[in-house]
């Protein structure tokens, strides 16, 4: 694993460092403590503190959020994250911070791609993929050259030093307020990507899709409230243009996927006019840790 973000790893048992090691064939990692955590084949590591209270997204709707992002649909999310990031670790810097490398934390960081795009426009960071969904990890742990990738769950005690992250990535994943203001450090920033209001919206209604919530920015808000001050908020808006099996693709990476009945999506995907025209619209809010 990438041996800058193992020094920033913390054992999710006893929160003491972690070391990579090797054990016969296999690589393990290992605290002072001698607990130890195997780091699979795929090149992810296992570091939840019991079993996860559920197994995230299916190796189906991965494959399909890898193939559409692949497709660039998505890159203007990408984009605006890996500009903001590049900002946030200049504030950084401004602040006085020591000039120890930039750890990049995607917390729900799916198959990796968005993190991808900001390492590359970091050249001295290191990155790491969380997430509870083992066939994102596959995908993930192989996302960048200086990116790391462990399973954890954002809800429970995060597997990272106090205040030792620069930058941490949140993109239509859960928050945690408390949690990820202990990993920050008190200059960095959070970089929060939830759906606008029109997201999608000419799919909600032609598919039966999910709707945005309208309270959504105060449900992260109060999700975030006391740990968080909003710095800066901006909404990307683009028009996709889709292929009835892309738009298929579409819904099946998202929350939809859970809800929609596959045989009824797909015929009423094939009653659309193609090309299906569809709102990419979405809000980066850039929040910075209160004072203690």
Known sequence: MEPRVVDRLRCPVCAQPLTETAAGVARVLRCPRRHSFDVARHGYVNLLAGRAPHAGDTAEMV???????AAGHYDLISTALAAAAAQAVRHLAGAGADGAYPLVVDAGAGTGRHLAA???????????????????LRRAARAHPRAAAALADTWQRLPLADAGTAVLLNVFAPRNGAEFRRVLDPAGSLLVVTPAEDHLTELVDALGLLRVDPAKADRVAESLGGHFTPAASTVH???LTLTGPEVVTLV??????WHTDATGLAARVAALAEPVRVTLAVRLTVWRPTAP
Do not use: Q
Not at 118 to 129: E, R, Y
Not at 252 to 257: F, H, I, V
């Open 63 to 69: 494959a399909a959020r890898a193939d559409f992002l």
């Open 118 to 136: 900001v390492l590359a426009a970091l050249p001295d960071a290191a990155g790491l993929a969380l997430d509870v969904s083992k066939p994102a």
């Open 237 to 239: 808006r683009r028009e």
């Open 252 to 257: 099946g990476m998202g929350p939809s996927a």
